[in-house]
């Protein structure tokens, strides 16, 4: 069974080794130094870089659509036999929105609240940029569901860093 594990930037190689991942997704602002572990080759490696904000602001990246559909590309080719890690600063606020936005796109079954729940159980302190989640609702079609979902979970407990989890792709428990 695959797993998509979300962690912060200081857990990244551990969680890829402990869980034998072959890609990798990080959403980061620009000029964050990260280490890409050396069991991921470069190929397996999504570097997405913007800022963790809700509305454009003044010297910031916002999240786009354009980062939206990256994501969306890179994960159609991942193929799930082995785990994927998404990983942000903190393991809060856009890995959980792109890991959120990962099992709606390769499951379009699966009902929306329900993912959202899965994260809320798996990490007390999600909060998922809604700015990503917005996007991910247009591009793949879900009518506000997706908004409605995390707007449902509603923001997580404060941290100053989230405690890795993983959600099952399939959502077997």
Request: charged share 25%; with cysteine.
């Given at each position: 069974?695959?797993?998509?594990?979300v962690?912060?930037?200081?857990?990244?190689?551990?969680?890829?080794?402990?869980t034998g991942?072959?890609?990798?997704?990080?959403?980061?602002n620009?000029?964050?130094?990260v280490?890409?572990p050396?069991?991921?080759?470069e190929?397996?490696?999504?570097?997405?870089?913007?800022?963790?904000?809700?509305?454009?602001?003044?010297?910031?990246?916002?999240?786009a659509?354009e980062?939206?559909?990256?994501?969306?590309?890179?994960?159609?080719?991942?193929?799930?036999?082995?785990?994927?890690?998404?990983?942000c600063?903190?393991?809060?606020?856009?890995?959980?929105?792109?890991?959120f936005?990962t099992?709606?796109a390769?499951?379009?079954?699966?009902?929306?609240?329900?993912?959202?729940?899965?994260?809320?159980a798996?990490?007390?302190?999600a909060?998922?940029?809604?700015r990503?989640?917005?996007f991910?609702?247009?591009?793949?079609g879900?009518?506000g569901?997706?908004?409605?979902?995390?707007?449902?979970?509603g923001r997580?407990?404060?941290?100053?860093?989230?405690?890795?989890?993983?959600?099952?792709?399939d959502?077997?428990?």
């Amino acid at each position: 069974m695959s797993r998509i594990h979300v962690c912060s930037l200081s857990r990244i190689g551990a969680t890829v080794a402990q869980t034998g991942a072959s890609h990798l997704v990080t959403l980061i602002n620009a000029g964050t130094p990260v280490e890409r572990p050396a069991a991921i080759p470069e190929n397996r490696h999504l570097f997405l870089a913007f800022n963790d904000i809700l509305e454009p602001m003044e010297g910031m990246t916002p999240p786009a659509e354009e980062h939206v559909t990256a994501l969306l590309d890179f994960v159609e080719g991942w193929k799930p036999e082995k785990p994927i890690v998404i990983h942000c600063f903190a393991g809060i606020s856009r890995s959980t929105a792109a890991a959120f936005i990962t099992v709606c796109a390769l499951r379009p079954e699966r009902e929306e609240a329900e993912i959202a729940a899965l994260i809320r159980a798996g990490s007390p302190s999600a909060t998922p940029n809604l700015r990503l989640v917005r996007f991910a609702d247009e591009i793949l079609g879900r009518r506000g569901r997706m908004v409605s979902a995390i707007e449902q979970i509603g923001r997580g407990r404060d941290a100053f860093e989230g405690h890795p989890f993983s959600l099952d792709l399939d959502l077997a428990r």
